[in-house]
């Protein structure tokens, strides 16, 4: 399968422990997206990496949330010290140099107790 | 700022019966309009983009339009297997990486 993964599918964890999700892009891919989507609602944007320089970040990214690219190949978004607000499914995107049409994986479903 | 309304919110549809979902959008600088389409507990799968105002696209029992301010997702002869969310989405006019995605249209399909 060549399209973009993201491991682990679920994750359940306690308020106050850290997380962290792994993405691998489609092989091609030079950009890289990170979204969250609560029920009912779109995905917002996160970050964005365009190899490995984290390009663009969104409000919605506090202290907590740091994302990182080493080398430009997969990515990882740790979350410190998870909140209940935290819940929710957390998206990876990738997309080519010549085209932002963007693909997404399966998404990483996060419960905060 | 860039805004993207999709309406109605759900939408519930006798198998074979046509219709169609709305897209309303602001932007400054429009530089493509995306559809995805989402399954419950998935990563939306891209369906299309539209490029300028007249622009349509097919696939299957989906087409897609586009006017200047709106863009339609017309399903003809709709299936079972067409219930999922569908989602439009623009390219930030700020920049062209950050996306954003309207709350979706909820379809059902009844045999």
């Known amino acids: 399968d060549t399209g973009v993964s993201q491991d682990p599918r679920h994750k359940i964890t306690k308020r106050g422990q850290n997380v962290t999700f792994r993405c691998d892009p489609i092989?091609?891919?030079?950009?890289l997206y990170w979204y969250r989507q609560t029920l009912g609602q779109g995905p917002e944007f996160l970050t964005y990496?365009?190899?490995?320089?984290?390009?663009?970040k969104s409000r919605l990214l506090s202290d907590r949330f740091s994302a990182e690219r080493p080398k430009g190949s997969f990515s990882t978004l740790e979350i410190q010290r998870t909140e209940q607000g935290d819940s929710a499914m957390y998206l990876c995107?990738?997309?080519?140099?010549?085209?932002?049409?963007?693909?997404f994986g399966p998404g990483t479903r996060l419960t905060v107790l | 700022e860039d805004q993207v309304t999709q309406s109605p919110e759900a939408l519930r549809l006798q198998e074979g019966e046509s219709s169609s979902l709305n897209c309303s959008y602001t932007?400054?600088?429009?530089?493509?309009l995306f559809w995805y389409r989402q399954d419950p507990g998935k990563g939306p799968e891209f369906l299309f983009t539209?490029?300028?105002a007249g622009e349509e696209k097919e696939k299957e029992r989906l087409k897609a339009t586009l006017t200047k301010k709106e863009s339609f997702l017309h399903i003809t002869a709709p299936k079972p297997e067409d219930s999922a969310t569908y989602l439009c989405?623009?390219?930030?006019?700020?920049?062209?990486?950050?996306?954003?995605f309207g709350t979706g249209t909820k379809l059902q399909v009844i045999p």
């Open positions: 995107a990738s997309s080519g140099p010549a085209s932002y049409e963007q693909f």
């Open positions: 092989s091609e891919h030079n950009r």
């Open positions: 990496f365009q190899n490995e320089a984290q390009l663009e």
């Open positions: 932007v400054s600088g429009l530089r493509g």
């Open positions: 539209l490029y300028s």
């Open positions: 989405a623009l390219p930030d006019s700020g920049g062209y990486q950050k996306v954003t």
